[in-house]
């Protein structure tokens, strides 16, 4: 039985890890298959990416005059 989705945790900064289908060749993959590519933590989630500080993303959010948004701590410690 195909699977329907494939869910990967994926994101600007964190796609190049192929042991845990985080790879453009597992999204191809599943491109190619009819499989749908479900990204999970698409902003670095708990990989420790600052990715609201990246050169590139600050480059991008003012060309297009937006503003970074600041995590809020959930009770647990977890950002949100």
């Given amino acids: 039985m195909k699977p329907s ?3 990967c ?3 600007i900064g964190g ?3 192929s042991t845990l289908g985080r790879d453009f060749a ?3 993959a599943c491109k190619a298959n009819g499989i749908t590519y479900s ?3 698409p902003l670095g989630g708990l990989t420790g990416i ?3 500080h990246d050169p590139d993303v600050v480059r991008i959010a003012a ?3 937006k503003v970074r948004k600041r995590r809020r701590e959930s009770p647990l410690g977890v950002g949100s």
């Fill in 9 to 11: 945790g994926f994101s």
């Fill in 5 to 7: 989705v494939n869910q």
């Fill in 63 to 65: 060309k297009y005059a």
């Fill in 39 to 41: 990204a999970y933590s």
């Fill in 50 to 52: 600052d990715i609201l």
């Fill in 15 to 17: 796609h190049y890890n």
């Fill in 26 to 28: 597992t999204l191809e």
